[in-house]
């Protein structure tokens, strides 16, 4: 959950690293360094508190500039005297500011420089400005014919604002295009390896995966990984680490540099949360683009009229956002970009289960005004949209490197979903994620969402194939509308033990038909009977669920309650309530504190603290789903995340299900017992949290468990009535069934229910059940 009341804000201080700028540039050598400097996140309720810290900091590390949230912010020793002095409540988020750059400039001073056929290596660190081009230029050489190297425009310093252009053979007068960029913020390292990775991706993948080639033949992307590259030059010069700005020197009357390239652009240039303050980190420039990098993508973008989508990668935070950033007023095509921010956000989340907050930009973070994302889409009518990467908090802009490629993989998956929304004619969802299993031998209704790409539907084309058992042709079936975008059709009857092959197609007002999912791989699901195993809604004691804490637990440990809700920087921290609809309350949660007690109170301190399902008999079930509600909540220092775990031998040793991360609400997720450990009669299902090191509020709970067992049960045709003995009545049962055109009466599975079938059962009766 966002903060609803939103300040504007103007970051007026002078920065350190500004104000060192006295020289011409490029800048003095020595820089700026930040001894004793500490990144804080300040907890901020008031207006007066956000004013009192905006006051005594000069550098704002987070978007989350706003009141209900948390601040983070870096200081020096003496700033830091002064907050607490202020009375502020925050936690220490970096402790050495200058410690940790100078870790990396160890680290980078020591690192192998990437060449041409290091390949993939690149992933394993950061590179400069030169070796991102030498990377492109190489991915150029091994496809020249999918790609070219582009030059925007140049930069303040004359250096060319480079990219890689990449689109499949053929004309592309009438295919739209894609402005992927990063880095307008030089200190935001984690960006530029995401267009190199995107780069690298769609052509190494596109030979072999049919979806990468129809993006790439339908789409021309241009992709940009230095929008700013003189600021990004300077972050590698000594003590220079932390620019943001680009390199503009100071006016008359002022010695600072540079212009926030992103308060730059002359789309409602000049209105809230942009500085007239050259020293400002978010100054605007004397005039809407007065900056040459502002110019130089502007003329690019307008020369070319198929622009359709735009990216402009940031760190850090992990938010997917979309315009507007000058007004909290919806814009007119808010569902299309609420739909793709949603597209973005679920790519992300199933890469490696991180959940990227989304929303428009103005009410998510707040007021900005001159960004890219207002101008491509205000100016330009481009759907565009910003992405702050990894990490949440700490450590900030010095993103490790183990997650370089991490972070580029998941933001990748999310520019596959708008990269698909830019080529695609139609775009497919299905409301309710594809059905695991359907019931057997009954028809089962599937809903698919069915809205405009670069074409229009077709009113009445939608059509869901289908067929049982994996072979032989697929069956058509007209879609009928449900209203809006969404749309049903029907699954067949299908017997307990088969799959059921199925997609959708659909055309559009051009007669171009489009196919879901793409590139001929159908959905699957299969039928099978399922029986509710164990169930405990939490309301009352049920045996067999047992606690286990570790020593170093010091609070928090797992109870079954009525939970008493805590709020934390604006976000429900414990929640209210329990998850089971009314006149359910309880639930497991990590100890319950007291009414009005504060948010760490009674969370998760040291640990883990670890709950255990009562043993299951799942033995032989064909499958088995573990489906629960879980709640999990953890901020500040190194954020915890909820572990899951089963066991097959009633707890001696334990295979790691999935981890979830914070969310501040009910969520729910199912998993297949088999896919873990083979299905025994002793399962266990463990839960655990904590907070190690002890540095974070993490509160967990956990609601509504139920586990299903899955199979087909050995079934006697004949005994129709399922009575448990053959007798006349089952006569009676199979004439019924016939008459009603019951699958289950093509005894012969002729594929038709004619009089043989009745020859057919009269055999099989005789010949008796097992
Ligand atoms: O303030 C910014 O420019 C971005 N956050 S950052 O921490 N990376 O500096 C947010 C960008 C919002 N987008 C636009 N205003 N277009
Ligand atoms: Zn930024």
């Given at each position: 959950m966002r903060h609803s009341s939103v300040v504007g804000v103007v970051i007026a201080a002078c920065t350190a690293a500004a104000s060192a700028q006295m020289g011409p540039t490029p800048a003095p050598p020595g820089g700026v360094r930040y001894d004793g400097h500490k990144v804080v996140q300040v907890d901020v309720r008031t207006a007066r508190e956000l004013t009192t810290t905006l006051a005594l900091t000069?550098?704002?590390?987070?978007?989350?500039?706003?009141?209900g949230g948390q601040v983070d912010v870096r200081v020096s020793p003496e700033q830091l005297a002064a907050m607490q002095q202020a009375g502020l409540r925050f936690t220490v988020m970096i402790e050495d500011v200058q410690a940790q750059i100078d870790a990396e400039a160890a680290r980078l001073a020591a690192r192998a420089h990437w060449a041409p056929g290091d390949g993939p290596g690149f992933f394993d660190d950061f590179h400069t400005y030169d070796e991102h081009r030498a990377f492109l230029q190489d991915l150029v050489n091994q496809y020249p014919n999918l790609a070219s190297m582009i030059v925007v425009g140049q930069s303040l310093e004359g250096r060319d604002i480079f990219g890689i252009r990449i689109t499949g053979p053929g004309s592309t007068a009438n295919r739209p295009a894609a402005f992927y960029n990063a880095a307008q913020h030089a200190r935001e390292w984690a960006t530029p390896p995401v267009i190199a990775y995107i780069a690298e991706q769609l052509l190494t993948n596109y030979a072999t995966d049919c979806r990468i080639q129809q993006l790439v033949d339908s789409v021309e992307f241009h992709l940009v990984p230095f929008v700013n590259p003189d600021g990004y030059v300077y972050t590698w010069t000594p003590n220079n680490r932390l620019w943001r700005k680009n390199r503009k020197p100071p006016p008359a009357g002022s010695t600072c540099f540079g212009v926030d390239t992103n308060r730059n652009?002359?789309?409602?240039?000049?209105?809230?949360?942009?500085?007239?303050?050259?020293?400002?980190?978010?100054y605007r420039g004397v005039a809407g683009f007065s900056e040459p990098e502002t110019q130089a993508v502007r003329d690019y973008v307008s020369a070319n009229p198929r622009f359709r989508s735009a990216m402009d990668f940031h760190s850090y935070s992990q938010l997917v956002m979309s315009p507007w950033a000058y007004t909290d007023a919806l814009p007119p095509d808010h569902p299309t970009f609420a739909m793709l921010n949603t597209r973005m956000q679920q790519a992300i989340e199933s890469t490696y289960g991180l959940v990227y907050a989304a929303g428009p930009i103005f009410t998510t973070i707040y007021p900005a005004s001159g960004g890219a994302v207002d101008w491509f889409y205000g100016a330009e009518g481009v759907y565009a949209f910003t992405i702050e990467v990894r990490p949440t908090g700490n450590p900030g802009f010095l993103l490790?490197?183990?997650?370089i490629l991490p972070n580029a993989i998941e933001n990748y998956n999310a520019i596959l979903e708008l990269a698909g929304f830019t080529g695609d004619a139609l775009l497919f969802e299905l409301p309710s994620g594809p059905p695991a299993t359907v019931p057997p031998n009954t028809p089962t209704p599937v809903q698919v969402a069915i809205s405009s790409g670069s074409g229009a539907y077709y009113t009445g084309s939608g059509r869901l194939h289908s067929r049982i058992g994996g072979a032989g042709p697929f069956t058509l079936s007209p879609l009928t509308p449900l209203g809006g975008t969404v749309f049903q059709g029907t699954l067949p009857a299908a017997p307990c033990g088969s799959v059921i092959e199925y997609f959708f197609s659909a055309d559009t007002t051009t007669f171009q038909t489009v196919v879901?999912?793409?590139?001929?791989d159908p959905l699957q699901t299969s039928a099978v009977s399922a029986t509710v195993a164990f169930t405990d809604e939490f309301e009352t004691a049920v045996a067999g669920w047992t606690i286990q804490n570790d020593a170093s637990l010091t609070a928090g440990g797992w109870v079954r309650a009525d939970p008493v809700g805590t709020t934390n920087a604006g976000a429900a921290a414990q929640p209210e309530d329990d998850h089971t609809a009314a006149p359910g309350v309880a639930c497991y949660v990590t100890a319950n504190g007291a009414?009005?007690?504060?948010?760490?109170?009674a969370d998760v301190d040291g640990g883990p603290t670890r709950l255990l399902s009562p043993t299951l008999d799942l033995a032989g079930a064909d499958g088995a789903v573990v489906n629960y509600w879980y709640w999990l909540y953890s901020v500040n220092g190194t954020p915890d995340p909820m572990e899951i775990h089963v066991s097959n031998n009633n707890g001696s040793t334990w295979t790691a299900v999935t981890t979830h991360a914070s969310q501040s609400s009910w969520r729910t997720n199912s998993f297949a017992v088999q896919d873990f450990v083979t299905l025994t009669d002793q399962v266990r299902v463990r839960f655990t949290a904590n907070d190690t090191p002890n540095n974070s509020l993490t509160e967990a709970a956990i609601d509504d468990f139920v586990v299903s067992t899955q199979g087909c049960p050995a079934t006697c045709y004949a005994d129709c009535n399922t009575s448990g003995s053959l007798t006349v009545a089952d006569f009676g049962c199979f004439q019924g069934k016939y008459v009603l055109g019951d699958l289950y009466a093509d005894c012969n599975a002729s594929g038709t229910l004619t009089v043989a079938d009745f020859g057919c059962f009269q055999g099989k009766y005789v010949l008796g059940c097992p």
């Open positions: 000069d550098d704002v590390w987070s978007h989350r500039v706003g009141i652009w002359g789309y409602q240039w000049g209105g809230q949360g942009a500085s007239t303050d050259p020293c400002s980190e978010t490790p490197p183990d997650q879901f999912p793409a590139c001929a009414v009005g007690g504060a948010a760490g109170s």
